[in-house]
């Protein structure tokens, strides 16, 4: 049953198996944080690991730290990392560049390998750069075409001229899931490769790229895996197809013998061949620190919170005067919901405004609506509790009437 008194949701935090966790964030006494949806929280094991690079690796080993401390290889281990939250097997996942340029690289090797196929099919309202960095594509190469359709038009819009299909698993607005091993199976069937965005999955949502057949992904490690703003991306090539793969953005890090310096590219064995030039350091030691809090953590209790937060959080919403405004956005049904959830307002950004300023973070995506991400590793029952509290007092505070407060920020 819905706790929906305080003293319940203290209860759950009392017997909460990841409760323990929240020690390795840092977070401020005074807020409760919705938007790690969007940029998770610091955590002690980054901001020691960023010190020990500069201090140490940087400072005093200097150049020696590309082998002494590995700089050279941290594409690989922390793409090992990553890849054991996405069911990837080793040598499949690699950490570098930025989800926009992973998706450039992945889709553009994809493309050398498509014959007479013309398509590349993705969610029309997908991620802004998701769809800019395909359109892109279809600029350099004008046989490609992109179709951008509707979510439930998906299924049929692949067909034997699709050569590639580009889905983000949890819809950024939305929350809405896809059903990975069901859209992979559709495009394989019609001979397509498939490519995952797990931006809003990976640290929040089991993934099993493995057994759901999945091709290629990517996906950010500033959300749920908390690297820090800006924290490098990872990237998936499915084993079997590594070799055939053929980068375009072929850096000199992607060579095979990258420290012979000669002059014409040969791909790096497996899907080391991603690596395009020398990685940003400092931003990896983030990334590794951050990667301790999910040591020993189990996926399946990490989503079996996830859900039981975000339930709460809706019930306790739709339970509070003035609801009738809100509308849901996400999916009420949670096994087809991620780690957001989302509420439409016709005030919905003054509203959150109001919600920032009483240390309620979430945040506000235009034209209406409010999302609020739930991170089972450092987010409490009882924060749910007085958050929708706070909600609450803000939306009867809220002077009715259209308003003129127009969003001013976007972050993504
Ligand atoms: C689904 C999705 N893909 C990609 C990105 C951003 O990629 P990048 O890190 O290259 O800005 C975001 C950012 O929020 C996102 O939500």
Redesign the pocket.
Known sequence: MTPLTREQCLELDRLDPLAARREAFRLPADLIYLDGN?LGALTVGAERSVARAVGVQWGIDLIRSWNVHGWIDLPATLGERVGRLIGAAPGETLVCD????D?FKLAAAASLGRGARRKIVTEAG??P??LYILQGLAKLSPQIEVHAVPRDRIHDAIDADTFLVVL?HVH?RTAEMYDLAAMSARAHAMGARILW?L??SVGAVPVDLRATEADFAI??T??YLNGGP?AP?FLYVRRELQESLQPVLSGWLGDARPFEFLDDYAPAPGVDRHRCGTPPVLAFAALDGALETFDGVDMAAVRHKSVQLSELFIALVEALPGADALTLASPRDPQRRGSHVSFAHAQGYPLMQRLISRGVIGDFRAPDLLRFGFTPLYLRFVDVWDAVRIFGEEMVAMPTGPSDDAPRLKV?
Do not use: E, M, W
């Open positions: 969007s930025s989800t926009s340029v998706l997908n991620f750069t998701d983000t950024y965005d931006s809003h996906g950010c500033y959300k800006g991306a993504t």
